[in-house]
């Protein structure tokens, strides 16, 4: 079946330094990507949604000069945490569907990016 | 009224117990639906697509019932391994996905 892969899984990082987390569908190209982040005990919350060959597009109140989105390959998108702040620790989640099967297929999740900014 | 909508819980049940969430979603134009579970400090996995004429995975059932806008998850014979958070997701035309809340669920020895 459709598989993501997510990479890190954990990541600890200093304050003000930027971390790269990638997303990799495995088995299907995706021509779309989401990125998600999760609080503890709070609800997924989509971020941003990554477009294969065009800018990604952000919900509102994300910043896109902080989350800086690039979904170079049809297999690939990564998400990059510039200039992190304790307040940017969170789980991170990316998520893609395999537009191929059908149009009611559903989104599979990468293993998730655990961020900690100290 | 947010778009789509859960029971809050969380649902404590014993092992053995049956128990039933309810999901509710506003947007008539919703094409798919789907309940993934969500371990503690993991990510969402697919628990199941629902279908219009409702649909039965071992001891998971899942009802859609269209004309209301609602999507039910039954479980039978709870297990402890059954205890996350339930997902309800519906799915617009295109590509955007709609998660619900959750509903948490333990379920007790």
């Known amino acids: 079946g459709a598989v993501v892969s997510q990479h890190p899984s954990w990541v600890i990082c200093k304050s003000g330094t930027s971390v790269k987390i990638e997303c990799r569908s495995l088995?299907?190209?995706?021509?779309?990507m989401f990125w998600y982040r999760q609080f503890p005990k709070q609800s997924l919350m989509l971020m941003a949604t990554?477009?294969?060959?065009?800018?990604?597009?952000?919900e509102q109140g994300v910043e896109k000069d902080k989350f800086l989105i690039n979904h170079a390959s049809l297999t690939l998108s990564t998400l990059t945490v510039t200039s992190a702040h304790p307040e940017d620790s969170s789980f991170y989640i990316c998520?893609?569907?395999?537009?191929?099967?059908?149009?009611?297929?559903?989104?599979?999740f990468g293993n998730g990016t655990r961020l900690t900014v100290t | 009224r947010k778009e789509v909508e859960q029971d809050p819980g969380p649902f404590n049940v014993p092992e053995g117990a049956t128990v039933a969430f309810n999901c509710t979603y506003s947007?008539?134009?919703?094409?798919?639906f789907f309940w993934y579970r969500q371990d503690c400090r993991k990510e969402p996995k697919l628990l199941m697509s629902v279908y219009s004429s409702g649909n039965e995975d071992g001891r998971f059932t899942a009802q859609l019932n269209r004309a209301s806008q609602y999507i039910s998850l039954l479980i039978r014979d709870s297990k402890l391994s059954d205890s996350a958070t339930y997902l309800c997701?519906?799915?617009?035309?295109?590509?955007?996905?709609?998660f619900g809340p959750g509903t948490r669920l333990s379920v007790l020895p």
């Open positions: 990554s477009n294969e060959g065009s800018k990604a597009t952000y």
């Open positions: 088995d299907f190209q995706a021509t779309t």
């Open positions: 947007n008539s134009a919703s094409q798919s």
């Open positions: 998520s893609a569907r395999d537009p191929g099967r059908s149009d009611n297929s559903p989104l599979h």
């Open positions: 997701v519906v799915k617009h035309y295109g590509q955007n996905f709609v």
